[in-house]
């Protein structure tokens, strides 16, 4: 009994793995380990040598907890309903399929023109829809029957297929940065300018995998055949836009700066954008052929969602909205978009609150559950146990790190990345913290590491979503009337394995070069290098800090001031004071 009394937390920690491993609900196997634990730890008590602190009236604590600024009334994590409703309305929209079509339009004639595209694209989703199911399923449906169609090997379309999706993983506003900004007790919008430059990194290395395959095996990934390039060429006329674009922007910034300071450039930019994307939309009404089509398109389609991704990022960064108001702006935008398309309807309404309404209670329930299991947990003094085991690993902050990405990359093969936020990361943070770690980096890390979870084998939801659009027996292609093969699970595994390595290479990149996140405090001042001027005190020799007057001159004299410059005497006595003229008291007062 002692025995167990005395190792009960890493005793009821293996319970639960055995509960997730079963296959019970994350949930329920959540608060049923809790509670299970609190009976049996009450009992236990007296047995444990002070290492169990649970009594019965402990549990009058849990309605607190869900009631409490942590679950119903945490203001933080109503910011993941609004971002899933608008990438979930973004995705009926058909903003996906524009955006494929055009994007692959534009890098066609490149060799892997179309696996840029889908990165690419990929991306600017992230950027907008932050749901990595909605990503993967819309390019999956879009793009990977065109990349068969123009015969790219099956295992490297669907790794970069999943990859591109799961940006919307690190690349914010990401539903798991909501959360494990929550969870670490941090600012959201830190936690978002912290994880930009890691994730535009990633989708760098992801299109340098590409450019390296296209040299060493350029039949896997051939260009667009002249006949499928529907919008011709144009890239020239595309630059002169861009070009006229940015000497507007300049021009309206130095109108604007006298009167608007630092917010000149951003108005600027706006002014320029605006005045592209309003001459392509003329220009394609009216058909005067100013610009080429390519280039019609590219502004036409690009600019909508990048002003989305301002409205919501934009004003997050730049403090003019908390990441709430930036979600539900979005959702505002979002539903504008649709309704400017003519896809806005009923129909896709109820479909986004459904979806919205149980990925928000899929989250909420396994927060409530987390609330009951970190009850007991901490009660046992379980954070004490893992905080003791983790600050003990060797190699100090490096170790930790290192140890820490790898427990969180196996328990991905079998948790998904809300399971790892609500379960692990509140056991970490408290060990992260002691060692002086900073827990934006430390978050991001953490972010990167979970995008893995969609990727790996057997269980990479990620994968699951391609296998369920890719085709599974042969088809007519409707262009070419080909038959077509189909993609094989094998052939998903295998392609995803390749990006599962990268995303394993950028979070090394994170531990070694923590600037890419801390850049996010903004520019550090060295208190030595400030200069404290104090003003001259008019009247006064010297100023009130002692130190002569300017330019060796000397301070008119004045009968009140001292002449501090002489060593003071403490012989003189001071003058005496003319006296008062004397009272008559024998009269009476007069008031005259």
Known sequence: MEFIAQNMAPIMFASLVVFLLIGYPVAFSLAANGLMFFFIGVLLSPYSGGSINLAWP??????????????????????????????????RSGMAED?????GQLFGPVRGGLAYAVIFVGALLAATTGVVAASVIAMGLISLPIMLRYGYDRRLASGVIAASGTLAQIIPPSLVLIVLADQLGRSVGDMYKGALIPGLILTGIYMLYILLMSIFRPKSMPALPLEARTLGHGVLSLLAAVLAAVVVSYAAYRYLAPNHGGNADILGATIGVIFIYVVAIVDQRLKINLMSRLAQQVIIVLIPPLALIFLVLGTIFLGIATPTEGGAMGAVGALAMAAMKGRLSLDVVKQALASTTRLSSFVLFILIGARVFSLTFYGVNGHIWVEHLLTSLPGGEVGFLIGVNILVFVLAFFLDFFELAFIIVPLLAPAADKLGIDLIWFGVLLGVNMQTSFMHPPFGFALFYLRSVAARVPYLDRVTGKQI??????????????????????????IAFPQMVMHYKGTVVDP????YQVPETPGIGLSPLGTPPANGGTAPASPSTPDLSQPPSFDEKPPAKPAAPAIDLSQPPSFN
Request: charged share 5%; proline share 6%.
């Open 485 to 510: 093969a189909p993609v094989t699970t094998g052939q998903i595994y295998w392609g995803a394995v390749p990006f599962v390595c990268i995303q394993v290479i950028m979070i090394g990149l994170t």
């Open 99 to 103: 955006l494929l079509d055009t994007i």
């Open 528 to 531: 030595g290098t400030i200069n």
């Open 58 to 91: 402990l549990l009058h604590a849990l309605p607190d907890n869900f009631y409490g600024s942590r679950v119903m009334s945490n203001d933080t994590l109503l910011a993941i309903p609004f971002f899933t409703f608008m990438g979930i309305v973004l995705e």
